[in-house]
């Protein structure tokens, strides 16, 4: 059975630092989705990782694939309070059918 | 081009009685995902639906059903609704998983 974790859960960081969030999970995949939601509202797409070394980067985040170790890293470069956020990673179930199993999410506060 | 529709957002229903949400997909997107988000279980699969057949479903009771229609709009019904159905229901419509998946707004459901 697929489980995806995520650490940490939470993390209170102040402007202008940088950070990682770490996406583990258990059973082989080449893909890995991460997502951005805002409190009461719905999941926006941040990255699609569709292969091993895969990197992608927006603004202040990055994100990277290493599925040989099965370890997706989000990197928050230089905060600011408009990341505050809880992040998602998500991995698909092999030959599930758009079944994607999500870790539990990172809240993420970033304060002056 | 126009997003992820759901509706209704907010939906407030009695113990007992049922539901019916609706989703509409990104135009041409055939494959429509639900999901369940409570702040105790997170993010969960309930089914996804492509073409008009269920090809997946999660670890849900058979009181959560759903369906697709030929413009490949989806809903979801719940019926005999328990207080714990209190949740975000999402949406996601996909064209492939290499594109991603995009989420609707959600309906949130308070049972009371």
């Known amino acids: 059975e697929l489980k995806v974790e995520q650490n940490p859960l939470f993390l209170s960081m102040q402007e202008g630092k940088n950070y990682t969030i770490y996406c583990n999970y258990s059973?082989?995949?080449?893909?890995l989705y991460w997502y951005r939601q805002d409190p009461g509202k719905s999941l926006e797409s941040l990255f699609v990782?569709?292969?091993?070394?895969a990197v992608k980067q927006e603004g202040r985040l990055m994100a990277s694939l290493d599925t040989k170790a099965r370890l997706s890293t989000l990197h928050i470069t230089a905060a600011v309070h408009d990341l505050s956020a809880t992040y998602f990673c998500?991995?698909?179930?092999?030959?599930?059918?758009?079944?994607?199993?999500f870790g539990a999410g990172t809240r993420l506060a970033v304060h002056p | 081009k126009a997003g992820v529709t759901q509706t209704p957002r907010y939906l407030i229903k009695t113990r007992g009685q049922q539901v019916t949400l609706s989703c509409s997909p990104i135009?041409?997107?055939?494959?429509v995902s639900w999901y369940q988000q409570t702040p105790g279980q997170g993010l969960q699969f309930l089914f996804e639906?492509?073409?008009?057949?269920?090809?997946n479903k999660g670890n849900f009771p058979g009181r959560f059903s759903g369906r697709q229609f030929s413009n490949s709009r989806s809903e979801m019904n719940v019926s005999t609704l328990e207080l714990g159905d209190s949740a975000l229901y999402l949406c996601?419509?996909?064209?492939?998983?290499?594109?991603?998946?995009?989420f609707g707004s959600g309906t949130r459901l308070t049972v009371v």
């Open positions: 639906y492509f073409s008009e057949t269920q090809r």
């Open positions: 135009s041409g997107h055939r494959s």
């Open positions: 998500a991995v698909p179930i092999s030959g599930g059918y758009n079944k994607l199993i």
């Open positions: 990782l569709l292969s091993n070394g």
């Open positions: 996601a419509s996909s064209l492939s998983g290499l594109s991603g998946y995009t």
């Open positions: 059973t082989t995949s080449d893909r």
